[in-house]
């Protein structure tokens, strides 16, 4: 299950809920729930509500930062930045997928344990404010040289860049803004054709 279009939902572009449904009607089957700003009430509501939407569409549901919040909402994974818990203390907290943002081959080697791995950001992106410089595609085939888990590529990542970023040997791509768009029909097939 770990393999293919991953998407990221941003309130930015609609509801969380929304942005959810429309990808999972494209076929996209793994979701990530990040959310930065609302309260930790909404935040459970939501992850509640797209919990029992990838049930209907039998995908994984991942849920950004938060172990507390995955676990109350039931959902598969959590996805951990450098600035969150380690991984091995959400290990022993959560029996579900945890992934792991890094940005370079020493966070990559720390970050052995997780179940996956996002690399990024491979291109400019503005969709994370807070977002590292680019590591390029040169970067991401230095990190994926050292790591044997699944790695999603994450970053700027688009229908015109993506088949260099899959020539990379990566188990997926993360994205955004690729999805919110009118080419993300395209998108998805390009990558699904690419790894079938
Ligand atoms: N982490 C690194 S880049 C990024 C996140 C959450 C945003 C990716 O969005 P886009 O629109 O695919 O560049
Ligand atoms: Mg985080």
Redesign the pocket.
């Known amino acids: 299950m770990l393999k293919g279009v991953y998407f990221?939902t941003?309130s930015s572009f609609g509801s969380h809920e929304e942005l959810a449904r429309r990808v999972l009607d494209l076929g996209v089957r793994i979701i990530q729930f990040?959310e930065k700003k609302m309260n930790d009430r909404e935040k459970l509501r939501i992850a509640r509500n797209l919990r029992e939407l990838t049930d209907s569409y039998d995908a994984l549901l991942i849920i950004n930062d938060r172990v507390d919040i995955a676990i109350a909402a039931d959902a598969d994974g959590v996805h951990l930045g450098q600035e969150d818990l380690p991984v091995g203390v959400v290990r022993d907290l959560f029996d579900g997928i945890v992934g792991v943002?890094v940005h370079s081959v020493e966070e990559a080697k720390k970050a052995r344990i997780a179940d996956y791995l996002?690399i990024?950001?491979v291109?400019k992106?503005?969709?994370?404010e807070d977002?590292r410089d680019p590591i390029g595609v040169s970067g991401l085939r230095k990190i994926i040289r050292e790591v044997e888990i699944p790695s999603f590529a994450?970053?700027?990542?688009?229908a015109d860049n993506v088949l260099e970023v899959l020539r990379c040997g990566v188990s997926g791509v993360?994205?955004?803004?690729?999805l919110v768009g009118d080419r993300a029909k395209d998108f998805i097939e390009i990558v699904n054709k690419f790894l079938k």
């Open positions: 990221i941003d990040r943002s996002g990024g950001p291109f992106t503005t969709t994370k977002a994450i970053g700027g990542i688009n993360a994205v955004v803004s690729a």
